[in-house]
C-alpha cells in the first residue's frame, strides 16, 4: 500500500455537535456502508450510546475513497471520545492521526471540551480542518461562529467548511479537503516495528482485539511481538483492517491503522497508549505519551438483592474485560451488605458503567455516594491511600490529609463570569485567570479540589450560565485540605455506607442537608427515627422522622379489597429494595438522592 | 359453587354528590327504569350460569348511591325476581343503606313489609357544622326523626353511619355526636374516619387549601375515644371501623372480611367466587349496553395467585379484632412480632415478643392491638412483607 494515498484522521466535536452523524454521512458518501447495513450512529457500539445520542466512542474505520484528482484514497477514521473523563484516550487516537475535523455546531459555537481537544490536536501538530456543521438550522449565525473558529486556529475564513451532516450538504467538500490537506503518514516500514494501540476492545472469541496505528517497521502474522509496557511476549495470530467487519491482511505496515490479534486475553493487557514493538528489537524505543490510567472517582456498587452479588461479580469481570479504566475490590458494608468498591475515569465514567451493569446484565444496584482519592498521613508517620470513607482511620490517628487537585477551564460567553466567580468559590475554586477569546467568549482557569467537582458542579455551570459554559479538566495533583469525615446515625448506629469525606467547613451544611433528605425518605415508623450527622463523635445536625399514630384504611369492602391488596404487594416489591439497617428501613434510593442538587 | 354467599346490589343513584364521597353514583334519576330493567337482567344472567348460579344466599346487600330513593314498588319489581332466581336463608339478613331525606322516609314502613330486616342509615353526624362540611342534605333534626320513624317502621336491626375526623371537628363535637347516637341505641354502628378520597370536591378544597384536614394526633385521640365510648355502652368492636351489640354484627361485611364469595350487582360493583374477583364497569351508560348485549358488564377479572390469596387473607384478617387464626398463617408467628417489635430508650429495638406492642397472640389467634389497630396500614404492610410467594 503507497502511504501517500492513506489519510489518518479523526473527528473533534463536543457532544451533540454531530460528530456521529457527519461520520454516518462520511461512510454513506464512500461506500463503505450500504444502505442496508445504514441505520443511525452506526460506529456507536452502545445502545446506550445510541440512545443517548452522544458518542462515548466510536467504531474505526477504513473508508475507500475516490477524489477528484482520481486516485483512490484509503480513508482511516479514528475516533476521540467526546468527554473530559476520557482526555488520555483522546490524546492516543490523536497520537494515531496526522489530521482532525473540527467540527462546531452552527448554533452552538466552541465549547470547552472541543477546545481542549483541539489543543491535545495542535500538540500533536495535527493538521485541523474546521467544519461548521447543522448550517442548515434556523436563527443561527455563521459568521460569529467562523470569527470563533478564525480566533481560536487563526486559520483563513476560507479554510472553514461548512456542512450539515443531518441534510448531507458539504460532504464531498469534506472528503476532499481530508485528501488535500491532511499529510499522509511516513515512517520508515524498513525500521524496527513500532505500534500505537489507541484502542482495544474485547471479542468473546479472539480475546482482545488491539486497534493500533503501525508507526513504523510492519506487523504480520507470526510475529513476535512484546507491548513495552508490560513487557509480555505474544505471537501475532492476525492482523487486518477495520471496515464495518474486520478484513483480514497479510501485513500492516507504517502509515497504516487496524487491529491485530496476538491471544491476549484482556483488554488490560493491550494498554491503550501502549507501544507494541518487535521482539526480536527489545531494545526498540516506545512512543511517547503513554499513561498509566488511573481511577479518579469511586463508589460503592453494591447489588439491591443480596443474592445478586454473584451475577454482579460476573458482570463487572465481563465488563472488564472491555474497560481497561474500570477498577474493582469486593467491599463490605454493614448496611448494604457484599458488594464492591468501583474506580472510575470520572463521573460520566461511572454513570455508563453503572448504567450497562443495570441494563446490560439486568442488574438493580444501589451506590453510594461517589468520592475520590485521600492520601491520609497517620501520626505514627505513615502514608494510606484510602478511596472508601468508611476505612478513614479515627481522626485522632490521623495528621493532615491530601486531597486530589484539578486544573480546569471553563469557556463561557463572559456575561456569565460572574454567576462561575461565585459557583467557583463555592466549591474552593482557586482563581487562576481570565482569557479572552474574542469579544464576547472567555476561557476560565480555575484550580479545583476534585471532590468539589464530581457531584454536580457541571449541573450547576449549565444551569447557571444557561447551557452556555463548558468544562474541562485535567489532574494536577495532591494538596493538603482539611477534610473531615462525616458519619451519619440512624437511631444512635453509624451508617458506613453514607460516611463522607467533606470540607471541614462544609460539613455542617452537608450534615444538614444529608438529614434533612433522609427524613423525607424514611417512611415513618411505629416508633420514632433520629438522624444525624456527626464529625468525629459530634453531632452537628439532626432531624426527626416522627413515629405513626395512626395509619389505618376506615373501609374495606367489596371493591376495595383488590386496591388494598394490589398497594401491598407493590409495597412488598419496594420492601425487596429497602435496606434493613439495625432496625430502621431505609430505600435505597437514600444512598443517591443525598447527592442530588436541591 | 356450594355454600351460602353475599349478594350485592349497587344502586348508583343520589338525589346529590356529597363531597367527601367517592363511591359511584350520578344524579340522572332519569335513568333509573331502565336501570332497573338492566339489573333484573344482570341478575338473571348470573343465576343461570356458573360460579352463582343456583347457590343461596345468607345476606343481601342494597348498597349504593342511595337505595333508598327507589319506591318500595320498584324495590318490589326487584326483590321478587331476586328471591325466585336465588334462594335466600331462612333468616337471610336484607340491609337497605338509606339517607335521612324526608321523602324516602315516608316508604320505611312499606321496605320493611318487602322482607328488608335491616336498615343501616347514613347519619354521618348530628352536629350540623359537620353535616355541612361534609354537604349532606339532611340536617340534626331530620336524622334524629329519620331514626324514629325506622324505630316506628318495625327495624328492630339498625345500624347508623357515623364519619370523625371531619375537618373542623373537635373532640367534643365527635363526643356529642356519639351520645347522641347511642341515645337511639342502635343495634349496629359504623364509625369511619373520614378519608379524603383523590377526585372528590372536598380533595380538591384541601389541594387548594380551604379546608384543613384533620391532624393525624386529633384523629386518634377521636378513634380512641369512639372505642372507649362504645365500649362503655356495650358495643364490642369487632372490626376496624364497624361496633355492634352482641349479636348484631352485620353479616354481609363479615363475608368480606372472611374470604366468602360475594356476588356483586350494578355499575362498578365487585365479585368474588374465591378465586376470581372481577368488576362491573363503573358507568350506568356503559352497565347498560353492556347488559342488554352480553347480559353482564364486567370492566376486568383477575384471578388470585396462591400469594395474593395469603395477603388477601391477611389485610382481611386484621381488620377484624378476633384476628386471624394461627394455624394456616402465611408466615411465622414469631418472624411478625420481630418484625413489629417496638424500641427501647435506647433506640435498640427489643428482642423478645412479649414487648411487641401491635400484635396480639392469644387464644390460637393473631390479632392487632388497640395500638395495632391504629396502625393497621403499617402493620399489614410489615407482616406482608414475610408473606412468601410459596
Known amino acids: 500500500m503507497a502511504k501517500n494515498t492513506i489519510r489518518n484522521f479523526c473527528i473533534i466535536a463536543h457532544i451533540d455537535h454531530g460528530k456521529s452523524t457527519l461520520a454516518d454521512r462520511l461512510l454513506e458518501a464512500t461506500g463503505a456502508v450500504t444502505r442496508f447495513e445504514m441505520k443511525d450512529q452506526v460506529l456507536d457500539s452502545m445502545d446506550l450510546e445510541r440512545e443517548r445520542g452522544i458518542t462515548i466512542k466510536m467504531h ?42 473540527l467540527v462546531v455546531d452552527a448554533s452552538q459555537g466552541i465549547e470547552a471540551q472541543t477546545v481542549s481537544n483541539l489543543y491535545l490536536a495542535i500538540d500533536n501538530n495535527l493538521e485541523i480542518i474546521p467544519i461548521i456543521n447543522k448550517i442548515d438550522l434556523p436563527n443561527i449565525d455563521v459568521d460569529a461562529i467562523k470569527h470563533q473558529i478564525i480566533d ?16 448531507g450538504t458539504g460532504i464531498e467538500e469534506v472528503l476532499e479537503a481530508v485528501v488535500q490537506r491532511i499529510p499522509p503518514p511516513h515512517g520508515e516500514v524498513d525500521a524496527p516495528t513500532r505500534a500505537l494501540i489507541f484502542d482495544s476492545v474485547f471479542n468473546s472469541y479472539r480475546g482482545a482485539v488491539a486497534h493500533v496505528r503501525v508507526m513504523q517497521g510492519r506487523l504480520y502474522p507470526d510475529q513476535m511481538i512484546k507491548f513495552h509496557s508490560t513487557g509480555r511476549t505474544f505471537q501475532v495470530q492476525e492482523v487486518g483492517i477495520l471496515r464495518l467487519k474486520q478484513i483480514k491482511k497479510d501485513r500492516l505496515e507504517a502509515g497504516e491503522t487496524g487491529y491485530l490479534i496476538s491471544g491476549v486475553k484482556e483488554v488490560r493487557d493491550t494498554k491503550v497508549g501502549d507501544t507494541i514493538i518487535d521482539a526480536a528489537f527489545p531494545d526498540t524505543e516506545p512512543l511517547p505519551g503513554y499513561r498509566d490510567i488511573k481511577p ?14 454473584e451475577d454482579l461479580r460476573s458482570a463487572l469481570e465481563k465488563l472488564k474485560l472491555n474497560d481497561s479504566s474500570l477498577f474493582y475490590e469486593p467491599e463490605t458494608s454493614l448496611a448494604l451488605g457484599f458488594g464492591f468498591r468501583c474506580g472510575f475515569l470520572g463521573l460520566l465514567h461511572m454513570e455508563i458503567v453503572q448504567e450497562r451493569l443495570e441494563r446490560e446484565y439486568n442488574l438493580d444496584l444501589v451506590s453510594t455516594v461517589p468520592n475520590v482519592e485521600y492520601h491520609v498521613f497517620t501520626t505514627r508517620g505513615e502514608m494510606l491511600v484510602m478511596d472508601n470513607p468508611a476505612n478513614l482511620p479515627p481522626a485522632n490517628d490521623i495528621d493532615h ?32 485567570n481570565t482569557e479572552y477569546i474574542d469579544s464576547q467568549r472567555v476561557n476560565m482557569h480555575y484550580e479545583f479540589p476534585l471532590a468539589e467537582v464530581i457531584f454536580d458542579f457541571y449541573d450547576k455551570l449549565k444551569s447557571v450560565t444557561r447551557g452556555y459554559a463548558s468544562f474541562d479538566y485535567e489532574f494536577l495533583g495532591f494538596r493538603e485540605g482539611p477534610v473531615v469525615k462525616l458519619d451519619i446515625l440512624l437511631n444512635g448506629e453509624a451508617v458506613d455506607a453514607l460516611s463522607v469525606i467533606v470540607h471541614r467547613d462544609k460539613a455542617y451544611e452537608w450534615g444538614r442537608r444529608v438529614c434533612e433528605k433522609l427524613r423525607d425518605l424514611i417512611p415513618r415508623q411505629q416508633y420514632e427515627v433520629a438522624i444525624q450527622a456527626a464529625v468525629g463523635g459530634k453531632v452537628i445536625a439532626r432531624e426527626t422522622v416522627r413515629p405513626l399514630r395512626k395509619n389505618v384504611t376506615a373501609k374495606c369492602y367489596g371493591g376495595d379489597i383488590t386496591r388494598k391488596r394490589k398497594l401491598l404487594e407493590k409495597q412488598k416489591e419496594g420492601k425487596k429494595r429497602m435496606k434493613q439497617l439495625g432496625h430502621v428501613e431505609i430505600p435505597q434510593e437514600a444512598f443517591l438522592a443525598v447527592l442530588k442538587a436541591d | 359453587m356450594t355454600g351460602p354467599a353475599a349478594l350485592y346490589l349497587h344502586i348508583p343513584f ?12 350520578i344524579t340522572r334519576r332519569e335513568l333509573l327504569p331502565p336501570f332497573i330493567d338492566a339489573l333484573l337482567h344482570e341478575m338473571a344472567f348470573y343465576s343461570e350460569n356458573p360460579p352463582f348460579g343456583g347457590f343461596s344466599v345468607s345476606t343481601l346487600y342494597l348498597g349504593g348511591g342511595t337505595p333508598s ?17 336465588f334462594t335466600l336463608v331462612q333468616d337471610a339478613e336484607i340491609t337497605l343503606e338509606a339517607n335521612p331525606g324526608t321523602a324516602e322516609m315516608a316508604h320505611l314502613s312499606a321496605y320493611r313489609r318487602l322482607g328488608i330486616n335491616r336498615l343501616s342509615l347514613g347519619i354521618q353526624s348530628f352536629q350540623p357544622a359537620d353535616l355541612a362540611r361534609l354537604s349532606r342534605l339532611h340536617n340534626t333534626a331530620e336524622a334524629e326523626q329519620a331514626i324514629r320513624l325506622a324505630r316506628k317502621a318495625g327495624f328492630d336491626n339498625l345500624s347508623l353511619d357515623l364519619i370523625f375526623a371531619v375537618p373542623g371537628q373537635t373532640v367534643d363535637a365527635w363526643r356529642k355526636t356519639l351520645d347522641q347516637a347511642l341515645a337511639f341505641q342502635p343495634e349496629h354502628l359504623s364509625c369511619y374516619s373520614l378519608t379524603i378520597e383523590p377526585g372528590t370536591p372536598l380533595h380538591r ?18 378513634f380512641i375515644l369512639t372505642q372507649e365510648t362504645l365500649q362503655q355502652a356495650g358495643y364490642e368492636q369487632y372490626e376496624i371501623s364497624n361496633y355492634s351489640l352482641p349479636g348484631f354484627r352485620s353479616r354481609h361485611n363479615q363475608a368480606y372480611w372472611s374470604g366468602y364469595p360475594y356476588l356483586g350487582l350494578g355499575p362498578s360493583a365487585h365479585s368474588f367466587d374465591g378465586h376470581r374477583r372481577w368488576w362491573n364497569v363503573r358507568d350506568v351508560d356503559q352497565y347498560l349496553r353492556a347488559v342488554s348485549t352480553q347480559g353482564r358488564a364486567v370492566a376486568d377479572t383477575e384471578t388470585l395467585t396462591t400469594e395474593q390469596k395469603k395477603i ?49 397472640q392469644a387464644n390460637d389467634r393473631l390479632a392487632l392491638s388497640r395500638e395495632g389497630l391504629l396502625l393497621y396500614n403499617y402493620v399489614c404492610e410489615k407482616l406482608c412483607s414475610l408473606i412468601t410467594s410459596t
Open chain 2, 69 to 85: 330513593l327507589l319506591t318500595p314498588a320498584q324495590w318490589k319489581k326487584i326483590l321478587l325476581p331476586l328471591k325466585d332466581k
Open chain 1, 296 to 309: 479518579m472517582v469511586f463508589s460503592g456498587l453494591f447489588p439491591s438483592v443480596a443474592e445478586n452479588y
Open chain 2, 205 to 222: 378544597q384541601v389541594q387548594q387549601g380551604q379546608v384543613q384536614p384533620c391532624d393525624e394526633e386529633l384523629e386518634r385521640e377521636l
Open chain 2, 312 to 360: 388477601e387473607s391477611v389485610l382481611l384478617g386484621l381488620r377484624r379484632v378476633e384476628g386471624l387464626p394461627l394455624a394456616g398463617l402465611p408466615f411465622q408467628a414469631e418472624k411478625a412480632a420481630a418484625a413489629l417489635a417496638g424500641i427501647d430508650d435506647c433506640g435498640r429495638p427489643f428482642q423478645s415478643s412479649a414487648d411487641n406492642k401491635l400484635i396480639i
Open chain 1, 152 to 167: 481560536l486556529l487563526g486559520c483563513k475564513e476560507q479554510e472553514i467548511l461548512l456542512a450539515s451532516a443531518k441534510a
Open chain 2, 14 to 25: 343520589c338525589a346529590h354528590k356529597c363531597a367527601y364521597c367517592d363511591f359511584y353514583s
Open chain 1, 401 to 432: 490529609v491530601e486531597e486530589p487537585y484539578i486544573r480546569s477551564s471553563i469557556l463561557t460567553p463572559s456575561e456569565y463570569i460572574g454567576a462561575i466567580m461565585s459557583i467557583s468559590r463555592e466549591r474552593r475554586g482557586i482563581y487562576i
Open chain 1, 60 to 101: 474505526p474505520i477504513t473508508m475507500e475513497y475516490k477524489a477528484r484528482d482520481g486516485v483512490t484514497y484509503l480513508l482511516n477514521l479514528i475516533d476521540t471520545p467526546g468527554h473530559v473523563d476520557f482526555t488520555y484516550e483522546v490524546s492516543r487516537s490523536l497520537a494515531a492521526c496526522e489530521g482532525a475535523l
